[in-house]
């Protein structure tokens, strides 16, 4: 049985990653900051093992590590969903706070946990971990005019996936041992964009999805989205 802990999985991509997890066979462990949208989340599931976390606090993250390693012991994928888009300030008004906000989420939230959670990774056969990420912190897909990332302007949100992304291929190189691997979602329909994307969460969770379940020779250090591997 494989065991999942997802961070910020109480609704949209969190939740449907979890549930399509569930089905497939994975003992899932619900990551959410808050207790009672958290505990609601799992019940609803069922067979789902709420933990609270709160990602941009180290006493929280090492707190739910401790819990799992009690109740579990390990855990074999690290799914670390949670992020914020942060301000939609006009680019000359954005501060160095507002970039503290979205950075200490998306960015030092994927640090904070993944160091917290290692060790608990590498007790499992095959340990696999899958960030998050966007296509709007690709160079490439935010350069190339047939794309509609590429007539956004929201600095602090695609700088925070750019890190994202290049954390993935230095973990990946870090620790051969491990699949590490970058998820694209695409313009998905979410409490995140107030349901705007085309995709439904189920399109949006289908590269999160098939890099959970990879198995022993499964890609590492990779950028997916739905049609596949994408460029940086």
Request: zero cysteines; hydrophobic letters at 45%; proline letters at 4%.
């Amino acid at each position: 049985m494989t065991t999942t802990f997802i961070t910020g999985a109480n609704r949209s991509l969190g939740y449907e990653t979890a549930r399509r997890l569930i089905e497939a066979g994975h003992t899932v462990l619900v990551g959410a900051r808050d207790p009672e949208r958290g505990q609601a989340a799992a019940d609803a599931l069922g067979g789902a093992r709420f933990v609270q976390i709160d990602v941009t606090d180290d006493a929280s993250v090492a707190a739910a590590a401790a819990d799992i390693e009690a109740r579990e012991g390990f855990i074999d994928v690290l799914i670390n969903n949670a992020g914020i888009h942060g301000t939609s300030k006009p680019a000359d008004q954005i501060t160095a706070a507002d970039a503290a906000e979205v950075f200490e989420v998306n960015v030092l939230g994927i640090v904070r946990v993944t160091h917290a959670f290692l060790p608990l990774l590498r007790r499992s056969a095959n340990p696999v971990i899958v960030n998050v990420s966007s296509g709007m912190g690709s160079f490439a897909v935010t350069h190339d005019a047939e794309r509609v990332e590429s007539q956004v302007i929201t600095p602090l949100y695609t700088s925070s996936r750019a890190a994202v992304t290049m954390l993935t291929t230095q973990y990946a190189k870090a620790w051969p041992e491990v699949k590490v691997n970058a998820a694209d979602p695409g313009y998905t329909a979410t409490d995140f964009n107030g349901h705007s994307g085309p995709q439904t969460v189920a399109e949006g969770t289908d590269a999160i999805v098939e890099l959970a379940t990879i198995g022993t020779d499964g890609p590492t250090g990779t950028f997916r989205d739905r049609q596949g591997a994408m460029a940086w």
